[in-house]
């Protein structure tokens, strides 16, 4: 019963005069319930309105967070609609308890609230469209920084106008309290006054609501004093105004109890994420320091196991003997008996075989107590779990995990070894392919070796027979009597020059063989890590992408010791081209400053080309030459200076170039730095082939010791020569004396007509002066749509340079056919007389490119497909068998595939037109 009514009850039989009095005091008091009930009804969805805030912000930060941090994958969907609806439900639940809460305390933290939430947002969406572009792109510290600090202050935003409101609800209490006694109060006085009859049963009415309203009171202190987590509820059976504020009160323990969950939740899950991605932070520490398999197993297995809780683990590394593929123990973790466990497993071979196999991971809950005994000096027992990891790369297994525990694995464990194996078969393969580069290095050193050897043993040869020459001639002079023994001696001489014929021959052969040799596997290095080193896919961390630019780089390296040694015997036989025309030294100088100086910012020296005023602008020689010489006496001088400068002087002299020739005015190019300097007597052994001025192994400075002899040799050539001048401790001068004079307008053209058709050694590029010459824009414009769709025949028997092919015009759109040899290049052709283009490697068993190319020239719908050559065997008259075999154009390896996709454009725009 009401306690309007209650009243109404006692007094009914008391006078008018009264029962007015009552009536109006009652109705003011229910007037008073009815407000108050409205005010604690508005208070309480303004608490509910800020819970709800709370837990958004909450929501915001987590869901921005999850999607910030997985990268290398895309945002999913379900996140990021889920973040977006609670920015709009904050927003809304802000307006409405703006609306609703007109304190000036509480607009004020709302502004402030609306404010941080709007910087936050924009924050996240800024991250989140950089995340989309670029999903491997790792973000910045100050943004987590901010992101956090945002996070925070919102969060106490929320809390404080949650506070407030339960503030407001408490105040509105004790108001009503205070009402509702003053109310009592004045009925008290005129009760007393009027209503001596009825004052008993009011006194019982009054006790009763009392006892109702202490209860709630006591119930109120209770919640102030307790922590949130459990609140008390208070307990009113009859209905009326204090059991709506029962019920008021109720709804709002229990508001307060569900946000306490959730907030603990939270809590719980942010330390299980902070605790894994320091797991990972630790185990990606120990990859920079790894140098081999072995070391990456031992340092790994150690770190792994006690991180997770385990007692015992083995790593298992994928090992491949002839077909049969086996995973053998490389390292193990609290290994009772190495030498009675397996130390290797066939693929399918038991549980370890059996999860390469399948390329999933085994979990084992229930292990026998005679499985597996992990032991320590008190005593061994037997594990609880186990678990096994496939390590993939690629989709295929490269190494197996197995880890066993006294105690079941707990998902978050769990999760940190599938996070880290994710990683690890990545780096397995980096390791693994580091390694081949390195033997790789060591048999071209040796073979370089070996070159060195049969250098030195036909120098021997030619000196035996420049003495045996003069030993001739004496006998010669001395007697005419002994001509009989003269032709014989002229015979072991003729027959002592033909194995000297022979012997170059050999030489030549030898060098030919040996590029090929060397050249085919850096083909195929250096297209697939060109391939990697531009990450098309995106999929490569900035660690990885350095070490594809190191390959890249070192097998660039190789490439240019191989040149050099060509170049040598090429100078040494007489047969290296000169190709001379008019030179203009403002190019050489910008080519020249352009090529060193990021090398003198890099290594902090000065680098300044200076030029006589008064000086030509133009000369005649071979430009490529003479920046090869410039570009090897500038390399030198960079490499033996640690400080200081380097310069280039370029001026004009008057330099006798000997005994019988009088003075003639010479270009010199002074290459002078302020480095370690050159011994006197070092000086000219410098010049010498596989000498260096330092030629011990515990020398600081690298290289082959072929450089400055090359360029002495190709200054001969030119018609100059190089001096130098050296002391300890001051630097040296290397300078190139060249002749200089001035041209024509006929020898002008000469020589435009010779460097059009000239070949490049240095750019491993040959181009055909008989393919027509289209201009620029339309190949390059067009370049892509030309390649697009089109046929190519891939003619080659080494597969890793077919791989490597294959991989580059695949990326362009292009359709790709393999043979293998010349004879199956036919059968395939008359498989697909639709082939736009075809790519002929030379040197192959059963039938050769020549042959391959004779014989696909006589097919009629073939005579005029365009035919490129690739060859490993880049010597001097390659070019020309090619095109006579009747090759379109030739280029040859290691393949530049920018030249290569140029050449390919310029043959099919041709065969388009």
Known sequence: MRFRTKLYTSIGSLLLFITIIVMILMNMLEQSTVKMNVIINDLNERIEIASTMKEETSTITKELNIMLKERGEAIHSDSLNAWENSNSNLQMAMESLEKKDTQEKSQELISKLKLLHESYRNMGEQALTERKINPNAELKATFWTESELLSQRMIQMTELLHGLQEQAMKNELLRSKDTYNWAVENIYIYLVIGLILGIGFTIWIIKSTSNNLNKVTEVMKQATASDFDTLPRIEITTKGELSEIAVAFNKMANAHEKHSRIEKQLKEEAEELSWLNTKIAEIATLYPVVENVEMLASMLITKLVPMVGASHG???????????????????????????????????????????????????????????????????????????LPVLFEDQVVAVIEIASFETLTPLQIKLLEEVNNNLGIKINSIINHMKVEKLLQESQALTEELQAQSEELQMQQEELRTTNEKLEEQYEASKQ?????????????????????????????????????????NSLLILAQILSENGEGNLTPKQLEYMKTIYTSGNDLLNLINDILDLAKVESGKLDVISKEVDLNEVSDFIYNQFSPIANQKNVHFIIERESQLPTTFFTDEQRLQQILKNLLSNAFKFTESGSVSLQIRQVMKNMGEEHQAEQMLAFSVIDTGIGIENEKQETIFDAFRQADGTTSRKYGGTGLGLSICREIAHILGGF????????????????????????????????????????????????????????????????????????????????????????????????????????????????????????????????????????????????????????????????????????????????????????????????
């Open 482 to 522: 002994r001509n009989f023994e003269i032709q014989e001696v002229s015979a072991a001489l003729e027959e002592k020059a033909q194995q000297l014929e022979i012997s170059s021959r050999y030489k030549s052969e030898f060098l030919a063989n040996m590029s090929h040799e060397l050249r085919t596997p850096l």
């Open 314 to 388: 083995v790593f298992y590394l994928k090992e491949v003997e002839k077909s049969d593929q086996y995973l053998t123990r490389m390292s193990s973790f609290a290994s009772n008996d190495f030498e009675q466990e397996r130390k290797q497993f066939r693929f399918g071979e038991g549980l370890i075989g059996q999860c390469a196999l399948l390329k999933r991971p085994i979990h084992l809950n229930q292990i026998p107590d005679d499985y597996l005994k992990i032991g320590s000096g008190l005593g061994e027992a037997s594990p609880k779990a186990i678990m096994i």
């Open 722 to 913: 190089i001096e130098v001048s050296s002391e300890i401790g001051n630097g040296s001068t290397f300078t190139l004396y060249l002749p200089f004079g001035q041209i024509n307008d006929k020898l002008m053209q000469l020589s435009t007509a010779r460097t059009e058709a000239a070949v490049s050694l240095e750019a491993n590029y040959l181009v055909d002066t008989n393919v027509p010459v289209f201009k620029e824009e339309p190949i390059l414009k067009h370049g892509k749509s030309i390649l697009k769709n089109k046929k190519v025949l891939i003619v080659d028997d080494d597969i890793r340079n077919v791989y490597a092919l294959t991989i580059a015009l695949e990326n362009h759109d292009m359709d790709i056919l393999v043979a293998e040899n010349g004879r199956e290049a036919l059968e395939v052709l008359k498989d697909h007389p639709n082939t736009d283009l075809i790519l002929m490697d030379i040197m192959m068993p059963e039938m050769d490119g020549f042959e391959a190319i004779q014989h696909i020239r006589k097919i009629r719908i073939f005579e005029t497909i365009p035919i490129i050559a690739l060859t490993a065997k880049a010597m001097k008259h390659s070019r020309e068998e090619c095109l006579e075999a009747g090759a379109s154009d030739y280029i040859s390896k290691p393949i530049n595939l920018e030249q290569l996709f140029s050449l390919m454009q310029v043959w099919l725009f041709t065969k388009e037109g």
